[in-house]
């Protein structure tokens, strides 16, 4: 049998194309590691622009005159310097429209003898690139909302919501004399059978809502509304465990029409923190009354009764799926991130 052997020649060539595609290799590798460096120091600057804005954005939600709601806003420094693992980054702008209730913030690097913005970079500097620039942008908005989904598919009076922020009320949707001081009822008041029931989207507890557009009454307030079981075994879960329930619920200031037919004229959404309520008969989940220790005995909705106990809070919401229009003070106000 004859043995096979190597050309010299071809070894030195084989030995030639491995130190070439080492070093390439090599060269990837070390690139690999500034690039999942660059990656790292932007993830810290979004955190960095998103926190800042966000912040001046519920600022300026609540007033527009705060110091936090200008470009000189002070805490905008510390909040990207606290979102980065250094401790330094540079806020390098700060564009504030408040006419249009929109902020954007732009965050870059800040490393000591570097430009502004720039980041060293270890093994580029072999292909004769020393440094980066890296920049994050973050694009937020806040109004009132004027088109989404309420959760729950009832909608309150203007004169609920009113200077009425801080005080634990109960939004009774049956019974008699409801809320006879309250013109607008709307029960017992002045839509006769008009108790605050929306017609719902199809197959869900929620119903969707455009302030803009006038809303059909639905169920009349004595049957719990339909597909809302696993709503309302969630508000009493959250409840026990402690946490708060806060809903968006669409707010009247005219109605027409009487029971189902009443159509009601909306205005806006206010922030409500439910603490209990009677909604069927009896049992969870369409009864969860009086659990709270904060919920007074004279609040108690007793049959034929049917209502939300609760306080209408002032409230700056991260929640999504609105579309906003101006701040209006009887409602709430969303902060949303764009971009």
């Given at each position: ?33 500034d ?9 810290q ?36 310097n ?57 694009n937020?908005?806040?109004?009132s ?8 598919p ?10 009425q922020?801080g005080v ?12 006879a ?6 029960s ?22 455009d ?87 004279t ?21 999504d ?19």
């Amino acid at each position: 049998m004859r043995r096979l052997a190597a050309d010299d020649g071809e070894r030195g060539a084989i030995s030639v194309i491995v130190a070439i595609l080492m070093v390439v290799l090599l060269g990837f590798a070390a690139i690999s590691i500034d690039v999942a460096m660059l990656y790292s120091e932007r993830a810290q600057l979004q955190n960095g622009s998103d926190a800042v804005a966000l912040m001046m954005a519920q600022r300026c939600a609540r007033n527009d005159a705060d110091e936090n709601c200008a470009v000189t806003a002070p805490l905008a420094a510390d909040l990207v310097n606290n979102n980065a693992v250094d401790g330094l980054s540079n806020v390098e702008s700060i564009a504030l429209d408040k006419a249009n209730r929109t902020v954007k913030v732009t965050a870059g690097a800040n490393e000591t003898g570097n430009a502004p913005n720039s980041v060293s970079l270890f093994f580029a500097r072999v292909f004769g690139i020393p440094s980066a620039e890296v920049v994050a942008s973050s694009n937020v908005r806040w109004g009132s909302p004027v088109k989404g989904t309420t959760p729950f598919p009832i909608t309150v009076s203007i004169c609920q919501v009113r200077g009425q922020t801080g005080v634990m009320q109960l939004l009774q949707l049956h019974g008699k004399n409801a809320n006879a001081d309250c013109f607008y009822g709307p029960s017992g008041a002045a839509v006769e059978g008009g108790f605050g029931g929306l017609q719902q989207d199809a197959a869900v507890c929620g119903a969707t809502i455009d302030i803009a557009t006038s809303k059909a009454g639905g169920d009349t307030g004595n049957n719990p509304p339909q597909h809302c079981e696993a709503t309302l075994n969630s508000w009493a879960a959250d409840i026990n465990a402690g946490k708060d329930v806060i809903l968006l619920l669409p707010i009247f200031n005219a109605v027409t029409g009487t029971g189902t037919n009443a159509v009601f004229g909306l205005t806006t959404f206010a922030a409500f923190e439910v603490e209990g309520w009677k909604v069927g008969s009896t049992g969870l989940p369409y009864t969860f009354h009086n659990r709270s220790p904060d919920v007074p005995s004279t609040l108690e909705c007793k049959e034929p009764c049917r209502g939300i106990i609760g306080t209408f809070v002032e409230y700056v919401s991260l929640a999504d799926g609105y579309t906003l229009g101006p701040v209006n003070p009887d409602g709430a106000t969303v902060v949303e991130l764009t971009s």
